[in-house]
């Protein structure tokens, strides 16, 4: 099970934090994405990090104001974003996939309530 959290209402330019709480075990080889679906718009993917830490994947139009980590302790996975703009404005879900793959929505097996972000401009 995913609990994602986090999401609100920030000003262009501004800084949000997302969790995903994820209960279980969860192995080295899983891979948690971050996914959003914007109005009118296809899911589509923001990011992914291995559970292990070894590669992580961003689509270009996040790529260095999003950042994905993960709290091994707390079996947590973070979005940080940055430098939000208003094309940003979406729900946002986190996933699971318990084998490597592409970072495509069909593919992961578990997926998170979702959580909304709001990037007023």
């Known amino acids: 099970q995913l609990q994602a959290s986090g999401g609100g209402l920030v000003q262009a330019g501004g800084s949000l934090r997302l969790s995903c709480a994820v209960s279980?075990?969860?192995?080295?080889?899983?891979?948690m994405g971050w996914f959003r679906q914007a109005p009118g718009k296809e899911r589509e993917v923001v990011g992914a990090?291995?559970?292990?830490?070894?590669?992580?994947y961003y689509v270009s139009s996040v790529k260095d104001r999003f950042t994905i980590s993960r709290d091994n302790a707390k079996n947590t996975v973070y979005l940080q974003m940055n430098s939000l703009k208003p094309e940003d404005t979406a729900v946002y879900y986190c996933?699971?996939?318990?084998?490597?793959?592409?970072?495509?929505?069909?593919?992961?097996?578990?997926w998170g309530q979702g959580t909304l972000v709001t990037v007023s401009s």
């Open positions: 279980g075990r969860i192995l080295n080889n899983y891979v």
């Open positions: 996933a699971v996939r318990k084998t490597p793959g592409r970072p495509v929505a069909s593919e992961y097996d578990y």
């Open positions: 990090k291995s559970w292990s830490g070894v590669s992580t």
